[in-house]
């Protein structure tokens, strides 16, 4: 497994930063950068505002650590992905799985 984590990425978490009037800006802070195997898992069509768009899908496996459980976003070659999910699938807390789409925004 660990042989394959040869793509470096970079874990982020989501930060609220208040501003005036009550209103709150969002931020992006860096948790860690961290080596990674990542995999394509499929190229879907999404329709947004009447439009087809391809939108790729990863699985990204990296060693476990409890401070990556606030990662909602990774950066991986230049492109930013959104957290859709994620597990420890031998609940052993060696390997942490995410399941993540490019973020359009």
Known sequence: M???MHQKITCQKRLFTPI???EQLQNWQDIAIVWADVKAASNDAEITAR???????YNIQLR???ILLATRR???????????????????????????????A
């Open 2 to 4: 660990t042989r394959r």
């Open 20 to 22: 005036s009037a009550g």
């Open 51 to 57: 439009q087809n768009q391809f939108v790729g899908k």
């Open 64 to 66: 476990y650590q409890d």
């Open 74 to 104: 990774i950066l991986w070659q230049g492109q930013a992905y959104r957290v859709v999910s994620f597990l420890n699938p031998d609940n052993r807390k060696r390997i942490l799985e995410f399941d993540v789409v490019e973020d359009q």
